[in-house]
């Protein structure tokens, strides 16, 4: 019974989707208030119908109704409550239903809090955002619907993927796809604005919070996904260039892009075509990363849902989206006014050419990801696209970016001399090049590479906190004066200088950890002992341990100290019966500069086991840093200037005083 | 925490010996001489595990990459130089277990993709701030006919 009423809420909400593509076109053809009013009401319907759906396949899962296909393939009995929660979305057809529910609660924020909007603006947006959900609503009712019945009920079901059954790649897919679809809040104002004709600051006003919330949701969806692999795939690594993750990074670095430059459209009404185009290209990539995930068309770790027909139906909607958007654009774009214009070195420049870096980056990675597809495509040569590649491009392009990064908000709007910045930022490159000198010169040069990113990560992170100092005029002024400055300066100042710092963060433990992580893989009886990184790790014991839905085997870990203890830790290798399937549970000490990672493996004939500890330093930082820059957003986001029915503004000075 | 501790950290860090990452290597797959078990490691994680994918044989537990890593170990033993003994596995396996694409004719938008695309965008944002900057062409237009009517009408309206 509770199937069939998401179900039918499913086809119910498909049909209002239906009715919020047309009837506010109409509305906005004709000039008709109400008809243009519909596309709220439709809005808000459709997200109550998702709502109910979402919750009746939830609660299928938490009752353990095996006579629902979908529940039975991939939940068991015998699953901790949490797990059959998360299970939900932790397969094809539920991930897809979440999908569409994120998608339609977004809708339902434009209709609810959008009163401020102009009413064809919003009626228009409200469209093509019924129009995408149209397409994923008819994606999920025709090719995985995850109400199918099961006739006879199974008995237990098949259990989860137990790569899936931990807590943090539970979280992940919820974030990611808050990240993913919230970019089509930027698509869908984007065509309404080519539908309309005009964009203007205002535009940029009402599009830059949702984007930014949708940048900040996917920053922690990757960093959840990033940390999960560490943790979990037993070998410390963060990142692999994986198809997937790569899927999941491309709208993260164009949706960077857009941030900077609707903030120039924000003030100085510049750069309107391209930000309408990042936009579009923005959630478009986060269509193909839905594609690229769920089609399997590219074998990777991830595809747990490999099914062709699929793939032709979801590549048939980006077809459809981007190229209907693409055409919109060629049509309208040349006919929107050139902003004003801006000097060689200014605020506008550097965010251009930030711009100009992040695109560059996300077509690499483009390219990465699709060649071996092209090569298989016109040849019968098979290639690999592996991290040795993105070292070679990516990486290179991420150097000049931190530099724009340090640079680019001392500068003036309109126009500035290079001099003045860069005297602003001496006091913070001195730190920074103190600081790697001092690196370079304690390892002997060994690896300059990583000194010269440390320095850079460094200089990055004072010189965001150098903004805050120059705002305040510390020490210039009374220390209550600065506090007073400190009082009147605008959150999304504060935001800015938390996520650049974020970002510093990230990039030294990205440097640190690829530079100076140490291993040792010995074979250990019970009481044998390895060193790595200062540390001694012993092997105590080994036995048995029974969890829930699985059999384990445990080892227990002394870690020390200049034999002083440290920390107890454990390490598992685990049997999931009913799928199978073996994971390993590796242990982990921190002190949040360094980690010791411990796991185990197999054991051999003469009674000791594989151990393999790691020494991986400043690793938390990998995936504080992001989570950092997430906390910035959030900041800002709370900026008085985004706050849900905070007074109005009078209209920013260039549109009294046109430029120039 | 401040620059100092900071700095203080990235010394000590700096101070550890650089050693390159790995996982899966078994402790009875390891060659007695350090230069060569060295030589054997760099090489292998740059050559892919077929059945697993996307992860390198270094990374990879699986019995496949095993095969690999003793394959390699045993070319390297014979004394192969570095490129023969890639070469030894990728006339067998194809170019697909290279991680790091080759260098040929099909592979040269691979590689010169990305630079191609930086210089194209940075073309455009050459050509963007060489714009006259506060010339007459940039100068708001003035109304059209049209709409000063328009502005003139709302203007009187809202006064009447």
């Known amino acids: 019974m509770v199937a069939e009423i ?111 909007l102009p009413v064809s603006l919003k009626a228009r947006a409200l469209a093509v955002q019924g129009m995408v959900g149209l397409g994923f609503l008819a994606f999920i009712l025709f090719t995985s619907n995850p109400f199918t019945r099961l006739d006879p ?42 539908m309309e004709g005009k964009v203007d600051a205002s535009w940029a006003r009402w599009v830059r919070p949702w984007v930014l919330a949708a940048w900040c949701f996917l920053t922690i969806g990757i960093t959840l996904g990033s940390f999960w692999a560490y943790y979990e795939l037993g070998w410390g690594g963060w990142w692999f ?77 980006i077809v459809l989206t981007t190229g209907g958007a693409l055409a919109l654009y060629a049509y309208r774009a040349p006919s929107f006014k050139q902003g004003t214009p801006f000097g060689p070195v200014s605020r506008e420049s550097s965010l251009v050419l930030n711009n100009v870096l992040l695109v560059s980056a996300a077509a690499t990675v483009f390219i990465g990801t699709f060649y071996p597809l092209l090569i298989e ?34 500068l003036k709007w309109k126009r500035d001399a290079i001099r003045n910045a860069l005297t602003k930022l001496m006091r913070p490159a001195i730190i920074a090049g103190l600081a790697a000198a001092a690196i370079v010169i304690a390892t002997f040069g060994v690896h300059a590479i990583a000194a010269i990113c440390l320095g850079l990560a460094i200089w990055v992170i004072a010189a965001s906190l150098a903004i805050l100092v120059h705002r305040v005029r510390l020490g210039q002024v009374p220390f209550a004066t600065s506090v007073h400055l400190a009082q009147i300066t605008p959150r999304s100042v504060y935001g800015l200088v938390i996520a650049h710092a974020g970002i510093g963060i990230a990039v030294a433990g990205m440097t640190a950890m690829s530079a100076w992580q140490q291993e040792e893989i010995r074979a250990l009886p019970v009481g044998g ?76 004939n003469n009674n000791e ?52 | 925490m401040g620059p100092y501790q900071l700095f203080a950290t990235f010394a000590i860090i700096a101070l550890i010996v650089f050693s390159t990452p790995s996982v899966a290597v078994e402790p009875n797959e390891v060659l007695p001489d350090a230069a060569q078990e060295a030589r054997a490691r760099d090489l292998s994680q740059h050559l892919r595990c077929l059945v697993c994918q996307n992860q390198s044989i270094d990374d990879s537990n699986a019995p496949l990459a095993r095969d690999f890593r003793r394959l390699l170990r045993e070319r390297i033993k014979a004394g192969d130089t570095d490129r023969a003994a890639v070469d030894f596995i990728v006339a067998r396996y194809g170019n697909f277990v290279l991680l790091k694409p080759p260098f040929q004719i099909g592979t040269l938008l691979l590689w010169f993709g990305p630079g191609l695309v930086l210089l194209l965008a940075l073309a455009c944002y050459w050509m963007l701030i060489r714009r006259p900057f ?18 003139q009408a709302i203007m009187t309206k809202g006064t009447s």
């Open chain 2, 134 to 151: 506060g010339t007459t062409a940039r100068r708001p237009e003035t109304l059209s006919a049209a709409e000063r009517e328009e502005l």
């Open chain 1, 377 to 410: 495509a016109i040849s019968s040569d098979k290639i690999s696209v592996g991290p040795p590649f993105y070292n070679l491009t990516f990486v290179p392009m991420m150097i000049p970016l931190l530099v724009v990064m340090a640079v680019g908000p001392m």
């Open chain 1, 609 to 660: 086991w594989t151990v393999r500890a790691y020494y991986h330093p400043l690793a938390t930082w990998i995936w504080f840093g992001p989570m950092i820059m997430a906390l910035g957003g959030f900041v800002s986001l709370s900026d008085r200037r985004f706050r849900v029915g905070a007074p109005r503004r009078a209209q920013p000075a260039f549109a009294l005083a046109p430029a120039e």
């Open chain 1, 153 to 194: 009920a199974a008995l237990d079901g098949q259990d989860l993927n137990p790569l899936l059954q931990d807590i943090g790649l539970a979280i992940h897919p919820p974030f990611l796809y808050l990240g993913y679809v919230g970019f089509s809040m930027a698509f869908s104002f984007s065509v309404a604005a080519l």
């Open chain 1, 6 to 116: 998401g179900q039918f809420a499913l086809i119910l909400a498909l049909s209002l989707a239906l009715a919020q593509s047309i009837v506010p076109l109409i509305g906005t053809h004709l000039g008709d208030l109400k008809l243009m009013n519909f596309g709220s009401s439709a809005a808000i319907g459709q997200m109550l119908f998702l709502i109910v759906a979402f919750a009746a396949l939830v609660a299928s899962y938490v009752m353990s109704d095996f006579s629902v296909l979908n529940v039975a393939e991939n939940s068991n009995s015998a699953m901790p409550m949490i797990y059959k929660v998360t299970a939900t979305w932790g397969n094809h057809e539920g991930s897809m239903l979440l999908w569409v529910l994120i998608l339609a609660l977004f809708g339902g924020a434009v209709a609810i809090f959008g009163d401020n």
């Open chain 1, 529 to 604: 002992q390895i060193e790595v990184g200062g540390y001694q790790v012993m092997l105590k014991s080994v036995g048995p341990e029974n969890g829930p839905n699985y059999v384990a085997e445990r080892a227990v870990f002394d870690i020390k100290s200049d034999g002083q203890l440290v920390t107890t830790l454990f390490s598992e290798r685990r049997f999931y019966q009913v799928r199978r399937f073996q994971t390993t549970e590796a242990g982990i000490h921190t002190n949040l500069i360094s980690n010791v990672y411990v796991a185990m493996g197999e054991k051999n």
């Open chain 1, 241 to 317: 260039w994986d198809p997937v993750e790569n899927a999941s990074f491309m709208p993260w670095l164009t949706g960077t892009a857009l941030l900077h430059s609707a903030l120039v459209v924000e003030r100085r009404q510049a750069l309107v075509n391209w930000t309408i185009l990042l936009g579009i290209l923005t959630f478009s990539l986060s269509l193909i990363g839905t594609f690229l995930v769920r089609s399997g068309v590219l074998t990777s770790v991830h595809s747990f849902a490999v099914d062709p027909a699929r793939g032709v139906f979801i590549l048939g909607l």
